[in-house]
């Protein structure tokens, strides 16, 4: 016990102020005194003196080496009354000197034992009381908070969806008790750019929600300055960092989407990754970066991916993979990927899918630990999903014979660095079909460098030429067809000698051509509705 | 897969700069791949040894950003050899018979300790051919 509550009436004496002062003073300063606590460490030696003596204690005549016998006998405490209840010390009666100046009789110190065995319990009574008032006042303070904390959230959170023709977005937010800091948003961006949002702030309640609505407002800002969704983070990043509670970040996904190409530019701060449902499987979108607030002067990378038609990506918060189930399993990463892969419906479907399997794994009774929020980004199949049949060009004949299944049809856009997008998604469908590792990376190299041909010499880089990439399957081989909107003579002639480049009589490039030859079983070239085409033919 | 973009380091040994090398190399990947050579190159090694062990892609631009290098470690006389390449890089070196002037070995111990081998006979020939 650290703290006892001095009781000092003054029905018997007075106070003993510290130093001397005027009666009027004095009394004054005794009735504001009348109840104070006493930090009485459990090592001072009064503490075991008290709960062992239940009577008056004379304090002129104690002999005790406890520092605050010296302290209250300072303060002019001549009687002392330990006040018991049920064995517990909950509080000490204290007398000054007589107002008459004679010592204390034996009648007084009976008439103060008498007190002081009924005060302590009524004392006991008051303290219970006042605990209970404390209570009572603490949960309707933090009642009141998380009406406050949820009124917040509700106010910032979107109040309709973007209605984009060919896409469908779905978002879920449903609040834990305890109101935590998550939340998502769409910022239209012009010109058929979207910008979306999804977020997690540390901590609960107020503060989260605080810190929620600040974010919001300067990414906001950014997003409506800033082209890049990596810039976009830094600066958001760099505006809260100064104004960031202790211990508090936020995690945050922000990306763009352009929804007449179906690009998604994407940086990450420390948010969970969103998983991207495409024709060969599920990926997670990864980049890499600091959550926001933590840290000044942060770089946000970015990534990007082409969302063809069909495919869905699913943005979300922890409070679902973080669910816990009555064995303390968690729900998991591991789970929510196969969920995803799984089922090849995005929107709603999806949202309603999960929540299922959610309520499934954590049985009845759960309590929400944590905000659940779900954002379902689907682009809708085109209206002829079916297998696309091409004519068969005079390159391609020798193949005319088989059955062709179209596998997925891409478009990629032509900037620098999007063959790894070519790359990686036809990849993933390759490798659905067994390809062995060596000829998946020798196919995945020969798309690249095909890929990149038609951007650089096909579209000379031009944004509104996407190359478009069509994969399709036989029973026997795995064709990919690059389409450009170039002639097709554009790429060089020359085939590369590394004698004649090392001294300098060719230049150091042009391996494109000669890399994809070796790469794949087959090339063949034509142009197909006046685009140029090559395709690559790999025996399965 | 995400990009990652590439980064070089370059390591400084008694006989041997080691250039390991991470990421993708691509058209972006020039001027710090240049720089990393010329950092190698002023401690006048013995020889260069590019680490591929971390390098997960490369195209056909990174590519001619590596014979660009090969070409300046032959004007300046200066062996280069290349370590830890997949299978697949193998391959590649292969085809654009990069290996038949940059020899390839498994890793970085093995690569300098067959470099170190191969400058010990160097030595003892032209010791040789001076005593001739």
């Given at each position: 016990m650290t703290t006892v509550i001095q009781r000092f009436r003054r029905a018997f004496g007075r106070a003993a102020p510290q130093a001397p002062v005027a009666p009027e003073r004095a009394r004054a300063a005794a009735s504001a005194d009348a109840v104070r606590n006493l930090d009485l460490?459990?090592?001072?030696p009064l503490l075991g003196y008290l709960q062992r003596t239940p009577g008056v204690i004379d304090f002129q005549n104690l002999r005790l080496a406890s520092p605050m016998v010296e302290r209250l006998r300072a303060e002019g405490v001549r009687l002392a009354v330990p006040l018991l209840s049920q064995g517990a010390l909950i509080g000490l009666l204290t007398l000054g000197p007589r107002r008459s100046e004679q010592d204390y009789t034996s009648d007084d110190h009976t008439l103060l034992g008498n007190l002081a065995s009924q005060a302590a319990p009524a004392l006991r009574v008051a303290q219970l009381v006042r605990q209970q008032q404390l209570e009572a006042r603490e949960r309707e303070r933090i009642a009141q908070e998380l009406r406050v904390a949820r009124l917040i959230q509700q106010t910032l959170l979107p109040r309709s969806v973007p209605d984009v023709a060919g896409w469908g977005i779905t978002p879920y937010y449903e609040p834990a008790r305890e109101v935590g800091g998550d939340f998502y948003d769409f910022i239209e961006l012009g010109d058929g750019q979207l910008g979306l949002v999804i977020a997690d702030v540390t901590d609960k309640g107020v503060p989260a929600a605080l810190v929620m609505a600040m974010a919001r407002s300067i990414l906001r800002a950014a997003a409506g300055r800033l082209d890049s969704p990596g810039a976009v983070l830094e600066r958001t990043n760099e505006v809260l960092y100064p104004d960031m509670p202790p211990n508090m970040f936020v995690t945050c996904l922000y990306a763009i989407l352009d929804t007449h190409s179906g690009r998604l530019r994407f940086a990450n701060a420390g948010h969970d990754l969103p998983y991207w449902h495409h024709a060969g499987g599920v990926s997670e979108l990864y980049a890499r970066g600091m959550p926001l607030g933590l840290m000044p002067g942060m770089d946000y990378e970015e990534s990007e991916i082409v969302l063809a038609p069909g495919d869905h990506v699913l943005f979300y918060s922890d409070g679902l993979v973080e669910a816990h189930n009555a064995e303390r399993e968690m729900f998991s990463f591991d789970r929510l990927e196969a969920l995803v892969g799984a089922h090849a419906d995005g929107g709603q479907p999806l949202v309603d899918m999960l929540l299922g399997e959610l309520a499934s794994f954590t049985?009845?009774?759960?309590?929400?630990e944590d905000d659940i929020t779900l954002v379902a980004l689907g682009r809708e199949a085109a209206?002829?999903?079916e297998p696309r049949s091409y004519p068969a060009t005079q390159t391609v004949d020798e193949h005319s014979s088989d059955t062709w299944q179209t596998l997925a049809e891409l478009e990629i856009p032509s900037l620098p660095d999007n063959e790894r997008l070519a790359m990686e998604q036809v990849g993933a469908i390759a490798c659905d079909l067994g390809l062995a590792p060596l000829r998946l990376e020798r196919l995945k190299t020969a798309v690249a460098e095909t890929t990149m041909n038609a951007m650089e010499h096909g579209n000379g880089y031009r944004a509104d030429q996407p190359v478009r990439i069509s994969v399709r399957r036989s029973e026997t081989a795995l064709a990919v067809r690059v389409y450009d909107y170039g002639a097709g003579g554009e790429i060089a002639a020359d085939e590369p000698d590394l004698d004649a480049k090392l001294a300098g009589l060719q230049t150091a490039r042009g391996w494109g051509l000669h890399l994809v030859r070796h790469m794949v079983d087959e090339v063949q070239m034509g142009s197909e509705d006046g685009m140029h085409m090559v395709e690559l033919i790999i025996q399965l | 897969m995400p990009a990652v973009p590439f980064d070089v380091n370059v390591r400084q040994q008694p006989r041997a700069a080691i250039i390991d090398l991470h990421g993708e190399i691509n058209a972006g990947a020039e001027a710090r791949l240049n720089d990393a050579y010329e950092q190698a190159d002023r401690g006048d090694p013995e020889v260069i040894l590019l680490n591929f062990s971390q390098v997960i892609y490369m195209n056909s631009t990174g590519i001619a950003l590596i014979v660009g290098l090969l070409a300046r470690a032959r004007k300046h006389k200066r062996r280069i050899i290349a370590c830890g390449l997949s299978q697949h890089f193998r391959d590649i070196f292969e085809i654009t018979r990069l290996s038949d002037f940059m020899p390839v070995f498994n890793d970085e111990v093995g690569a300098l300790s067959k470099a170190e081998q191969a400058e010990h006979v160097h030595v003892r020939q032209s010791e040789a051919r001076g005593k001739a």
């Open positions: 460490t459990p090592s001072d049985g009845s009774g759960w309590v929400q209206s002829g999903n | -």
